[in-house]
């Protein structure tokens, strides 16, 4: 962890006028708060949302705090294909350029095996495989040259989890079909987060690409993610989980600031993993971390990208390098 004197917040992004952000799970928690401060700080945000009652609301909740915000809802279901590809492509045809891509849409812990539209399991579906499809779909908006000649590149940030540690990356058993437990999943589909962040930073930095990819996470944030999740198991503890969580974790505003700082601080770097500076990194304010070593397994991490290309059937196009 790098020592940090200045504490960052919201009130540090540096202003984003002329720039647009696409967020995805942006009407609840961690990604409702992006969208909030980008907004504030005068990007165009688009919130990526399944359910478009909640995406409007959370619309009108920006609004009502920021009212010269220029903010939009895009239906997006990540645990389906279709959605996604329809998503994609409703962005694409308005042909902007897109600086900011937040993947942060996710659920947690799910105490039975559910599957996507798709038929892959729901955690690895969405929180992996929704977000690796959408990113590649995304990357001619991410690559096209932006309004502003000498603006900063775009970004790719993806939020990942302490989670991460102690996951098994299992290539052969990545849909859960044998010995399905909520929690591995979970860990599994954060630590693929990281795989992915990652990967595309070396692919990206190959190809001389103008844009960087970064991997992030928000501590512990008191978050639906908890009560939609966990909550839902029959034993006393998974039912008191979300009380707990609302008495001792960080407020989502608070969790949204890794996010933010990596979304736009100019001293970020690609290929990095930033989180939060408190004990064992569950609170705090955002700073440089280290991911567990395994995240920095380069070849398996190329063997998930081959497998994700081919279960999503999204193959990234990137320019070719240029000398
Ligand atoms: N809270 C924490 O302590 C914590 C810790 C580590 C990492 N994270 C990560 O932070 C991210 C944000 O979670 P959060 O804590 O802010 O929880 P949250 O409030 O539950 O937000 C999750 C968002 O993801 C959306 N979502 C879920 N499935 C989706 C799908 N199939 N398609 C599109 N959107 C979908 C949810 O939409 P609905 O409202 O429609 O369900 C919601 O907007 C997640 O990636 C999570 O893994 C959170």
Same mark, same amino acid.
């Given at each position: 962890m790098t020592p940090a004197t200045h504490k960052w917040t919201a009130a540090d992004i540096p202003p984003q006028a002329a720039r647009l952000a696409l967020i995805t799970g942006a009407n609840s928690g961690i990604g409702f708060h992006t969208a909030l401060e980008l907004a504030r700080a005068r990007c165009g945000v688009i919130l990526g949302c399944r359910d478009r009652i909640k995406g409007?609301? $959370?619309?009108?909740?920006?609004? !009502?705090?920021?009212?010269? /915000? @220029?903010? *939009?809802? =895009?239906?997006?279901? =990540?645990?389906?294909?279709?959605? +996604?590809?329809?998503?994609?492509?409703?962005?694409?045809s308005t042909g902007q350029h897109l600086d900011l891509l937040i993947n942060n849409a996710g659920v947690m812990a799910l105490p039975r095996r559910q599957l996507t539209r798709d038929g892959f399991e729901l955690q690895f579906g969405t929180n992996h495989l929704g977000h690796f499809a959408l990113t590649g779909l995304l990357m001619p908006a991410v690559l096209s040259p932006g309004p502003i000649s000498g603006a900063p590149?775009?970004? +790719?940030?993806?939020?990942?989890?302490? $989670? @991460?540690?102690?996951?098994?990356?299992?290539?052969?058993?990545?849909?859960?079909?044998?010995?399905?437990?909520?929690?591995? %999943?979970? #860990? #599994?589909?954060?630590?693929?987060?990281?795989?992915?962040?990652? &990967?595309? &930073? #070396? #692919?990206? &930095?190959?190809? @001389? $690409?103008?844009? +960087?990819?970064?991997?992030? @996470?928000?501590?512990?944030?008191?978050t639906n993610l908890f009560a939609s999740g966990p909550g839902q198991g029959r034993s006393l503890i998974a039912k008191l989980t979300p009380a707990f969580i609302a008495l001792f974790a960080q407020s989502d505003a608070q969790g949204a600031l890794p996010t933010l700082?990596? !979304?736009? %601080?100019?001293?970020i770097r690609g290929g990095r993993f930033y989180g939060c500076d408190g004990f064992r990194q569950m609170y705090g304010y955002p700073v *440089?971390?280290? $991911?567990?070593?395994? /995240?920095?397994?380069? %070849? =398996? %991490?190329?063997?998930?990208?081959?497998?994700s290309e081919n279960l999503t059937g999204v193959q990234y196009r990137l320019p070719e390098r240029q000398s």
């Open positions: 409007d609301a $959370a619309r009108t909740r920006i609004l !009502a705090q920021v009212p010269a /915000a @220029h903010v *939009e809802v =895009l239906p997006l279901d =990540l645990a389906s294909l279709e959605s +996604i590809r329809a998503a994609a492509d409703r962005f694409l590149m775009s970004r +790719i940030v993806t939020v990942s989890s302490i $989670a @991460h540690r102690g996951a098994t990356m299992d290539l052969a058993n990545l849909q859960w079909e044998r010995g399905y437990r909520p929690w591995p %999943a979970y #860990r #599994r589909s954060k630590l693929a987060n990281l795989f992915f962040g990652f &990967e595309l &930073e #070396r #692919r990206l &930095e190959r190809a @001389h $690409a103008p844009a +960087i990819s970064i991997v992030v @996470h928000p501590g512990v944030s008191n700082y990596a !979304a736009t %601080a100019p001293e *440089e971390v280290r $991911a567990e070593t395994q /995240a920095y397994d380069e %070849a =398996l %991490a190329a063997r998930l990208w081959e497998i």
